[in-house]
């Protein structure tokens, strides 16, 4: 079957780093997606991965290790707007995404 | 527009009323989706449309039905809703790129009692 892995919550300092963990399962590969989802509002897209290695975006980078079906999103000098849940999501074969729970982050200050 | 808009913004239905929640995108992307999301689980797919005039089932299609008449509307109709529809909604359309990102619309809160 198909399956995402993803932590239900962390917690983390401001100015901090954090790396979120992320396993998937697909029929099939066509890249590894995630999202930002503030509370109440709509997940927006933060990073795409489909080779293996590191893809830094700013404060925002993302980890594709192929073999292993693992994925990480590192953020650093995290700011009280960081607070969100993290959605991890991995592309089949039919070119569908496949979704894990989310892991919610919260920033303390 | 700019980007995807839904409607309602929220909603409390009775349980046996049809309802549909709409969705319309003005950047002229060919695929729609249309998910729910439920606390504790991921995004769940309901159906799918890649391109006008075509749709398909997605993880969760019973009790649901889509149609896709133009590129730019994507309704989604819950026949008789019952109280497992109670859920949020989200519309989104992909790019068909390289990367075919996914963008989503605001959501629609339902509440069926």
């Known amino acids: 079957g198909q399956n995402i892995d993803q932590p239900t919550e962390m917690t983390a300092t401001e100015g901090a780093i954090v790396q979120i963990n992320c396993t998937y399962q697909t029929s099939g590969f066509n890249g590894l997606f995630w999202y930002q989802q503030h509370a109440g509002e709509a997940p927006t897209f933060l990073s795409y991965n489909v080779l293996d290695g590191l893809e830094e975006k700013g404060r925002f980078s993302s980890f594709l290790s192929r073999s292993k079906g693992y994925s990480y999103l590192l953020l650093k000098e995290l700011q009280m707007k960081d607070s969100a849940s993290y959605l991890c999501?991995?592309?089949?074969?039919?070119?569908?995404?496949?979704w894990g729970a989310g892991t919610k982050l919260i920033i303390k200050p | 527009i700019a980007g995807i808009t839904q409607a309602p913004t929220s909603q409390i239905l009775a349980a046996g009323r049809r309802m549909t929640l709409r969705c319309t995108q003005d950047?002229?992307?060919?695929?729609m989706y249309w998910y729910r999301q439920d606390l504790g689980l991921g995004l769940r797919l309901i159906h799918y449309?890649?391109?006008?005039?075509?749709?398909g089932k997605g993880e969760v299609p019973d009790g649901y039905s889509v149609s896709r008449a133009n590129t730019d509307d994507f309704p989604l109709t819950l026949a008789s809703a019952v109280p497992s529809q109670t859920s949020v909604y989200f519309c989104?359309?992909?790019?068909?790129?390289?990367?075919?990102?996914?963008?989503f619309g605001p959501g629609t809160r339902l509440t069926v009692l």
């Open positions: 999501a991995g592309m089949d074969s039919n070119y569908q995404l496949i």
């Open positions: 449309s890649n391109t006008a005039g075509t749709t």
């Open positions: 989104a359309s992909s790019d068909g790129g390289t990367t075919d990102t996914q963008y």
């Open positions: 950047m002229r992307h060919n695929a």
